[in-house]
T-cell receptor, first 115, second 117 residues
Framework: QQQVKQSPQSLIVQKGGISIINCAYENTAFDYFPWYQQFPGKGPALLIAIRPDVSEKKEGRFTISFNKSAKQFSLHIMDSQPGDSATYFCAASIQNAGNNRKLIWGLGTSLAVNP | GAVVSQHPSWVICKSGTSVKIECRSLDFQATTMFWYRQFPKQSLMLMATSNEGSKATYEQGVEKDKFLINHASLTLSTLTVTSAHPEDSSFYIC?????????????FGDGTRLSIL
């Protein structure tokens, strides 16, 4: 119930194409869904995030689509560029028993954008 | 804004020594800091959550006597790996967030690569 399932594990896209990464969850107590981008040897950087009362959020070339009834959300990267090549993690936030918030992470998607 | 600085970025030391990693929030007050461990090509594994002025809450399976966490101020948390052994070699990452609504994201440092010989 605490899992966040992310797919695909790896993705290759041509420059200018659309990259799509999907995540699914079971626990309806999750209330905040961020996406992080991580380059090798670096910490994750917040890319974009959404709350479950919103069905879509767009920031530049990055869009989150959120389907509350299906418990699924996805990241779309429009006009993908070689500089977007990185590992992408979806996550879901939940308040635990100790009144702390924690993130439950997907396993990551390694994106390669070919020039 | 929301910059988290982690130091050192890389440390190599002999087995049996203790290593301290610092995590600082540079431009905001971090009421909560998190410590993660990440193995190559894997996801982040939460080790512990620390609130300023309180004892850290460790995830199941994480040895609290092995990984000492201190969060003495709103801008600094430290992780000390005591009596480190080769199996402790990993990429350790901290993150920080402020107290607030559920929309407050975690902001991450750039990690510390720990290699124990």
């Amino acid at each position: 119930q605490q899992q966040v399932k992310q797919s695909p594990q790896s993705l290759i896209v041509q420059k200018g194409g659309i990259s799509i990464i999907n995540c699914a969850y079971e626990n309806t107590a999750f209330d905040y869904f961020p996406w992080y981008q991580q380059f090798p040897g670096k910490g994750p950087a917040l890319l974009i995030a959404i709350r479950p009362d919103v069905s879509e959020k767009k920031e530049g070339r990055f869009t989150i689509s959120f389907n509350k009834s299906a418990k699924q959300f996805s990241l779309h990267i429009m006009d993908s560029q070689p500089g977007d090549s990185a590992t992408y993690f979806c996550a879901a936030s939940i308040q635990n028993a100790g009144n702390n918030r924690k993130l439950i992470w997907g396993l990551g998607t390694s994106l390669a954008v070919n020039p | 804004g929301a910059v988290v600085s982690q130091h050192p970025s890389w440390v190599i030391c002999k087995s049996g020594t203790s290593v301290k990693i610092e995590c600082r929030s540079l431009d905001f007050q971090a009421t909560t800091m998190f410590w993660y461990r990440q193995f190559p090509k894997q996801s982040l594994m939460l080790m512990a959550t620390s609130n300023e002025g309180s004892k850290a809450t460790y995830e199941q399976g994480v040895e609290k006597d092995k990984f000492l966490i201190n969060h003495a101020s709103l801008t600094l948390s430290t992780l000390t790996v005591t009596s480190a052994h080769p199996e402790d070699s990993s990429f350790y990452i901290c993150s920080a967030r402020t107290l607030g609504a559920q929309g407050q994201p975690q902001h991450f440092g750039d990690g510390t690569r720990l290699s124990i010989l």
